[in-house]
């Protein structure tokens, strides 16, 4: 079932027959690939309803261009569902339905969270994530969401959000789903042929090998080394390799013990932007 607006999703889920059942929530901008379905797949396992939002949000992009090119696919996103379970509910609404008067993102203070990476090189970026997300959570009031730890600041971002707002929904984090090199899945690989996919797994053996070294080597010996990885391949151009502290995602500057650390990559590949994470204690 195709829900395209919040009235139309309130009055789907509201009748008597659908009060009292839990409702999980998957938020995706669509694309859907293996990623998005392995999360639906953990909603459909854990809840009664399951409700999969699919909605380019304009107020994330910080590059009108990568917005133009975000690929989109109404028809076969929902074939992809469909084949997981009849049941799930899409819930595909237009920007001005979702917006309301103006499509605008707020202004939110996550401190460090959004200071580093992705916040510090996609100017606005996580206003918009927290906006329509807010408005999403509004619209599908779930019991539960879920969010791949691939976009492990977002999941931050989305955990600080609900304990602020004082929601009661519960945030469940998904481990990265990978193809068989390691490539973390993403919407955006659609832009690459099968041999660049090859090489641009070169991100998570790059992540994989300061995993290895975390032990032994200081934080400046791996973040020279990650570089070094990149600065030997020309079709790749880095943004950023960071070591960061999970919880606070400020960048390490020594390592505390009994404290948790990931590696952070972004990179630009052949046009496409990519980005991955490892847990590395
Ligand atoms: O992760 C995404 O696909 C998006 O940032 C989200 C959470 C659906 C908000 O637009």
Redesign the pocket.
């Known amino acids: 079932m195709i829900i395209r607006t919040k009235d139309e999703l309130k009055g789907f889920l509201c009748p008597s027959n659908n009060t009292g059942k839990t409702v999980g929530f998957v ?3 669509g694309a859907l690939h293996q990623g998005h379905l392995s999360l639906v797949q953990q909603a459909l396992n854990e809840n009664d309803l399951v409700v999969v939002s699919i ?1 380019v ?1 304009p107020t ?1 992009f910080n590059n009108p261009e990568d917005l133009q090119r975000y690929p989109q696919n109404l028809e076969a996103d929902v074939s992809l569902l469909k084949s997981l379970s009849p049941e799930v509910i899409v819930f595909a609404p237009a920007a001005k339905d979702l917006y309301q008067e103006t499509i605008s993102a707020k202004a939110y203070d996550f401190g460090s969270l959004t200071q580093f990476m992705e916040g510090q090189h996609r100017a606005g970026h996580f206003d918009g ?1 927290a906006t ?2 807010s408005l999403l959570f509004d619209a599908v009031n779930p019991d539960c969401a879920y ?1 791949g730890e691939k ?1 492990f600041q ?1 999941l931050r971002v989305i955990q600080t959000l609900v304990q602020d707002q004082n929601l009661s929904i519960s945030i469940v984090p998904c481990p990265i789903a990978r193809n068989a090199d390691g490539l973390a899945l993403s919407s955006r690989n659609e832009r690459l042929t099968e041999a660049q996919k090859k090489q641009a797994s070169l991100l998570y053996r790059v992540l994989e090998q300061t995993q290895k070294s975390f032990a032994h080597q200081s934080l400046e010996q791996l973040r020279k080394s990650a570089k070094q990885a990149f600065s030997d391949q020309i079709d790749f151009d880095l943004e950023y390799f960071e070591i960061a502290d999970a919880q606070t995602l400020t960048p390490a500057i020594n390592i505390a013990s009994g404290k948790k650390y990931r590696a952070f990559i972004a990179a630009h590949f052949h046009g496409v932007r990519l980005i991955d994470n490892l847990e590395l204690n």
Do not use: G
Request: aromatic residues 16%.
């Open positions: 938020p995706t901008m909605f949000n994330q994530v329509v997300v969010f976009d977002q």
